[in-house]
């Protein structure tokens, strides 16, 4: 068997590798950003094609595996406890990330980041499980019309946000991950792994703590070396 038995349920190697290479990816950026911060690189994070598609290949790859792990999760019918509980750990996690960068970085704080995004788009996929054909269909009204150079509204604040991930279009890519479970995406065959799955469970934790360890690293090596 290609699954890995946890509870009733199991875990399915192919979403758990898609939400590792994204803590993967996530933990490679932000450690480049913090160079940069001290001046040990010089990364152009805006004009530089490579680290613009870097950040959003990331935050598809989170929200995608959102979309697979929801349909997943709650295929036999929503756990309201089991959700509740998952939802009130993402709304203190974005209210930390939004408190620690209003502090760290006052000029850019983040208002609507990575977990602000999950947060709204858990509550608003709720009525769109087990609609694969609905959830494809409102994936390519979000998602197409970004060709054309139009841009959905959302909060927006004066100032420029370190991470700005609006729902609108995010949105569209965990409707995307909900309709790819609906065919079987997620039993692709790949090879269980105690690092991956390590990842994969404790990406929230990861996400929260991966920068001030980094960032202090950084500061501590630069502080000790100037």
């Known amino acids: 068997m290609n699954e890995l038995k946890a509870g009733s349920k199991f875990r399915w190697p192919f979403v758990d590798y898609l939400r590792a290479i994204a803590v993967i990816l996530m933990i490679i950026f932000h450690f480049s950003f913090d160079l940069k911060a001290f001046r040990y690189v010089q ?10 598609i870097f950040p959003r290949v990331i935050v598809f790859l989170f929200l995608f595996s959102m979309g697979i792990s929801f349909e997943i999760s709650y295929e036999d019918g929503i756990d309201w406890k089991k959700f509740n509980r998952r939802l009130l750990k993402i709304g203190v996690g974005a209210l930390l990330i939004s408190l620690f960068t209003f502090f760290a970085y006052r000029s850019r704080w983040i208002y609507f980041g990575t977990l602000h995004c999950i947060f709204v788009c858990s509550l608003l996929i709720i009525p769109l499980r087990k609609r694969p054909k609905t959830c494809i269909g409102l994936a390519l009204v979000i998602l197409l019309p970004l060709l054309t150079g139009f841009q959905w509204p959302w909060i927006k604040m004066g100032h420029p946000s370190l991470d ?16 790819a479970k609906s065919i079987g995406l997620h039993k692709l065959k790949l ?3 105690k690092g991956v799955k390590f990842l994969s469970q404790h990406s929230l934790f990861i996400y929260l703590i991966h920068q001030p360890i980094l960032f202090g690293l950084v500061k501590a090596f630069y502080t000790l070396t100037h």
């Open 43 to 52: 990364i152009d994070f805006i004009n530089d094609p490579l680290w613009w």
């Open 164 to 179: 700005y991930i609006p729902a609108l279009p995010w949105l569209g890519v965990v409707l995307m991950g909900m309709s």
């Open 191 to 193: 090879p269980s792994n």
